[in-house]
C-alpha cells in the first residue's frame, strides 16, 4: 500500500491468486490497459472484457473492482456469463462457475476456481495488467 500511495495509484484490487496459479504469474511482462469505464460496471453484475492476450469479466462492488478470467479451468474454453442464472457458463461442457470465480460443479477431477487478474482503476478508467 505504502508504495501504491507514493506512485499515486489507487489499486483496488490486487489479486493475490495470480501468484499461486500454477506457481506463476498469468502476465509476467506486461502493461496496463484500459478496459472499461467504471461508470460501464454496473453494481455487482460481471461485465466482459477482451485485450489482446486476456478475456475476463470485471465486477464492480461499491468502489472496488475485481478481475476475473473468462476461461474455464476445464479445458479453456471462453464462459459466458448468465444474467439469469447469476454464474459463469461454459459453452463445451457445461462447467459452471459461481461470481465469485469457484467452480459450482464438479468433473473427473475438481476444476480450479477463475484466476484472479491485476485490475486498478486511474482517472474512472478500470485498467488490467495484460500483454
Ligand atoms: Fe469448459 Fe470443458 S472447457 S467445461
Excluded at 49 to 68: D, H, K, P, S, Y
Aim: glycine share 12%.
Amino acid at each position: 500500500a505504502g508504495v501504491a500511495a507514493t506512485l499515486g495509484v489507487e489499486r483496488l484490487t490486487r489479486a493475490e491468486p495470480i501468484e499461486s496459479y500454477r506457481g506463476q504469474a498469468l502476465v509476467p511482462n506486461g502493461n496496463w490497459t484500459p478496459v472499461k469505464a467504471v461508470t460501464d460496471l454496473p453494481e455487482g453484475i460481471p461485465v466482459a472484457f477482451r485485450t489482446g492476450a486476456i478475456e475476463g469479466f470485471l465486477i464492480r462492488n461499491g468502489g472496488q473492482v475485481r478481475g476475473l478470467s473468462a476461461v474455464c479451468t476445464h479445458m479453456g474454453c471462453i464462459l459466458n456469463y448468465s444474467k439469469l442464472r447469476n454464474q459463469f457458463e461454459c459453452p463445451c461442457h457445461g462447467a459452471t462457475f459461481g461470481i465469485d470465480g469457484d467452480p459450482n460443479n464438479q468433473y473427473s477431477a475438481p476444476l480450479r476456481s477463475l484466476p484472479s487478474l491485476d485490475v486498478r482503476i486511474q482517472r474512472g478508467q478500470v485498467e488490467v495488467y495484460t500483454v
